[in-house]
């Protein structure tokens, strides 16, 4: 692996969750290997989770950890050729091969601006660091993507499945602000390759990019598609035809006990509480958000272990 920016990254996802449970029962069993190397994390977005879940699988693998958010950097600008006499100070050539210099691996998290979806989907930041770095790249999630919480979310789905084929259900749910694609997207992406019946729910109009959906059952139905459901897992994105516009709120998708039944509540959070799922399902025993968080740990050290690995090769 020289990269990881997707869930493609991954040679054979099934052999990376057992590794990845194998390290949470002992944490510490590669702390050499991160000794003496650096993991500079860079957040051009916000992040409570992914920030200390990443930067304590460095350190459990005896890595260095540097943050910078970059709203405290210059302005970078991305574009080849650009006469920089606007609001960008430093070009991602420069930035990204000086950055690689103080660190081992990369890791970035930016979000996409939803107001244009060709240019959201060109990921020109994080395609900017692959093109520019000399060291590995991280995604701490992109405009479209989302894969350590998605290898998060296939280590839980794994760790507490008690069928061989469970049923796993992508819910939207509503959401009063325009939120990114990338959770699900790479959810979808990732549960695709685990042996599970899947279908996703969301009203009428809501489709994700019908490249990563090719081939999966959509239930508009949202009470019918949580039937008999072991999972659901629970997300709100915004328009994807309507490009990053919020065309639907309607409450009545919001995830509640009765709803669930059985299943076990899945989210990767931060959550609004009886927006998106009612107070009594997230806090019940069928809620499993906390268990999620806890797994970015070992989906970030299993994905550095390898990146290591392969830098010492
Ligand atoms: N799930 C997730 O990525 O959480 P943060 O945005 O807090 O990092």
Redesign the pocket.
């Known amino acids: 692996m020289k990269n990881y920016t997707s869930i493609n990254d991954i040679p054979d996802l099934s052999i990376l969750i057992k590794e990845a449970i194998a390290l949470k029962k002992n944490p510490f069993q590669f702390e050499s290997l991160g000794k003496h190397k650096t993991l500079v994390m860079l957040f051009f977005n916000?992040?409570?989770?992914?920030?200390l879940s990443t930067e304590k699988a460095a350190q459990n693998l005896g890595m260095k950890t540097m943050v910078l958010n970059i709203n405290n950097a210059w302005n970078l600008e991305f574009d080849d050729g650009t006469v920089m006499n606007l609001n960008t100070s430093e070009h991602i050539k420069e930035a990204a091969r000086v950055i690689s210099q103080y660190a081992d691996l990369i890791a970035v998290r930016a979000f996409p601006e939803l107001i244009d979806k060709v240019k959201d989907e060109y990921e020109i930041i994080i395609n900017g660091f692959k093109t520019y770095a000399t060291v590995p790249i991280i995604s701490m999630?992109s405009s479209t993507a989302?894969p350590l919480?998605a290898l998060a979310d296939a280590i839980t789905i794994t760790e507490l499945s008690s069928k061989q084929k469970p049923k796993v259900v992508l819910s939207w749910a509503p959401h009063p602000k325009a939120l990114p694609h990338a959770?699900a997207n790479s959810f979808v992406k990732m549960i695709q390759q685990l042996d599970v019946d899947f279908e996703i729910t969301h009203p009428e109009g809501y489709e994700l990019n019908p490249k990563i959906t090719k081939g999966v059952t959509i239930n508009y139905d949202q009470n019918e598609a949580l039937r008999k459901a072991d999972f659901v897992y629970v997300k709100n994105w915004s328009n994807y035809k309507d490009y990053g516009k919020v065309t639907n709120e309607d409450p009545n998708w919001m995830i509640t006990k009765s709803k669930l039944d059985q299943a076990k509540f899945m989210h990767?959070?931060?959550v609004r509480r009886n927006v998106v799922v009612e107070d009594a399902v997230l806090d019940s025993d069928q809620s499993v958000v906390i268990e999620q968080?806890n797994n970015?740990t070992f989906a970030a050290q299993i994905i550095m272990k390898k990146l290591l690995e392969n830098l010492n090769e």
Request: aromatic share 0%; glycine share 0%.
């Open positions: 916000s992040s409570l989770r992914t920030r999630e989302h919480q959770v990767c959070l931060p968080a970015r």
